[in-house]
């Protein structure tokens, strides 16, 4: 595998990693071989596998039933101004039911990122699903894209932060809304109180604050000091540059 393809192989991991939801595409039964798009959350493994929790009445679930080919479109949803402008994956590869075996490792899992999917009465009428990845499209840009194996795809090894990124990303903006003005103010020309920042996006080099005002969305990534190792060194990562920007805004 050339540097180019390992490296779309480790960005598209990462961004699959981090995202929850998805446009599905299946093939119908009626009429025969139309693409039909749905939207999906969905669940990553260690292995790269995807999995899905979905009604024994979904369209989607007799597609697949008849035909077990389908597609993934994961894209970012800070980009929905602009959709082209930012990163998206497809995922092509066919879907499986999980085995009695592994269904309460899967429950688990699937539960603890989306606590809400915890339904008792309705649990009977759904399924969970695994697509095994065969083929991945990677865009991260313009011109930044390729094709990657589904093998190496499932096979690379995500962000340290990049499963929990989601919720840690909500926690922060939720918890420090000063803090993230303040390294605003600390590390660019823009004034917070007009643009309105919050972090979206969070790796173990640093993290990235989108700014809006209006139609205006301009982007700003300040970088760790170090780059975290393992996901309990955040806070004290995080703590560090709060702590910085604070010092580089006291008058001298």
């Known amino acids: 595998m050339t540097q180019a393809a390992e490296e779309y192989t480790e960005e598209a991991r990462d961004f699959v990693t981090m995202q929850r939801q998805a446009a599905l595409s299946t093939l119908t039964r009626t009429p025969k071989g139309y693409p039909f798009g749905s939207m999906v959350s969905y669940d990553i493994g260690v292995n790269g596998t995807i999995i899905i929790h979905v009604s024994y009445i979904a369209e989607h679930f007799k597609n697949l039933a008849a035909n077990a080919r389908a597609s993934l479109l994961i894209f970012d949803p800070l980009g929905l101004h602009n959709p082209q402008a930012y990163p998206r994956v497809t995922i092509l590869g ?121 139609m205006v969305r301009e982007l700003l990534t300040i970088q760790f000091h170090q780059i975290i190792r393992q996901p309990d ?8 540059l709060l702590k910085e920007a604070k010092t580089r805004l006291v008058p001298t």
Request: glycine share 6%; proline share 5%.
């Open 233 to 240: 060194q955040l806070k004290t990562a995080f703590g560090a």
């Open 94 to 214: 066919e879907f499986s039911l999980v085995s009695e075996a592994e269904l309460d490792r899967v429950r688990n899992s699937y539960e603890k990122r989306f606590p809400e999917s915890v339904r008792p009465d309705i649990a009977p009428n759904f399924a969970f699903m695994r697509l095994t990845p065969e083929r991945v499209r990677w865009i991260g840009s313009f011109g930044h894209m390729g094709w990657i194996d589904g093998e190496a795809f499932c096979k690379a090894t995500p962000d340290v932060l990049a499963y929990h990124a989601a919720t840690i990303i909500d926690q922060i903006n939720e918890e420090h809304a000063e803090g993230v003005a303040d390294l605003v103010r600390a590390h660019s020309s823009f004034d917070p109180l007009e643009y309105h920042p919050q972090i979206v996006h969070l790796d173990a080099e640093g993290c990235t604050l989108c700014l809006r005002k209006a």
